[in-house]
């Protein structure tokens, strides 16, 4: 079956820091891959996608790369604000319509 | 005005209530689920609507009944629940198969923040 093995929280950071946040997967075929960001007190919204390999994600200073040879799309951004704290899930979907979630990476960016 | 919207966002209910919770999506998708999101725990897919019929159901107790009247709403009815049924239940919806995106992006709801007494 699918699985998507992501970093234990949680990741504590200074503002400016830069994150790298890993995340690995298992899959049949040719999955797409997501980040999804839920702030506190809301539910779960996209943060970026890729589709097929070699892609890049982006947004809002985000990205991750779908790595087919490493079965990984790490998510990164180069310096973290405040408002970046919130739990991160990375996700997988297949044709099929079902998607795999990661346990969640809780991010905590401190002044 | 988010495209999946949940009612009500808070419930207290006690172990012999009846209650529902309600989803509705303004995006035309054509797949609904709900999850549970406990603390601690994984998000858990509790139920999958796709085209009205249900497709999914893993294994979720009998006291937690979904109805999807239409593509647009899906409810969950909830009677003589548990105190370890206290959560974030989330609504999200897609598109899936050839007639939209294939990608299988979901879109959530801000929840339904379940307390059973």
């Known amino acids: 079956g699918n699985s998507v093995t992501q970093m234990e929280g949680p990741v504590t950071l200074s503002e400016e820091a830069f994150l790298t946040i890993n995340c690995t997967y298992t899959a049949t075929g040719y999955p797409s891959l997501f980040w999804y960001v839920q702030y506190p007190g809301e539910g779960l919204q996209l943060l970026l996608k890729?589709?097929?390999?070699?892609d890049k994600g982006s947004n809002k200073g985000f990205e991750a790369t779908y790595r087919k040879e490493t079965t990984s799309f790490h998510l990164e951004k180069g310096s973290v604000q405040v408002s970046d704290s919130a739990v991160y899930f990375c996700?997988?979907?297949?044709?099929?319509?079902?998607?795999?979630f990661g346990d969640g990476t809780t991010l905590t960016v401190k002044p | 005005e988010t495209g999946v919207t949940q009612t009500p966002r808070h419930l207290v209910m006690g172990m012999t209530n009846k209650k529902s919770l309600k989803c509705e999506q303004h995006?035309?998708?054509?797949?609904m689920y709900w999850y549970k999101q406990s603390a601690k725990k994984p998000l858990e897919l509790m139920f999958v609507y796709s085209l009205e019929e249900r497709v999914e159901n893993n294994s979720v107790p009998s006291r937690f009944s979904p109805e999807c009247p239409n593509s647009s709403h899906l409810f969950l009815h909830l009677h003589t629940l548990q105190p370890e049924d206290s959560a974030l239940y989330l609504c999200a919806s897609s598109q899936v198969g050839l007639a939209g995106g294939r990608s299988g992006e979901l879109f959530f709801g801000e929840g339904s923040r379940l307390t059973v007494l």
């Open positions: 996700a997988l979907n297949t044709n099929a319509g079902k998607s795999t």
């Open positions: 995006l035309g998708h054509n797949a």
């Open positions: 890729a589709t097929k390999a070699d």
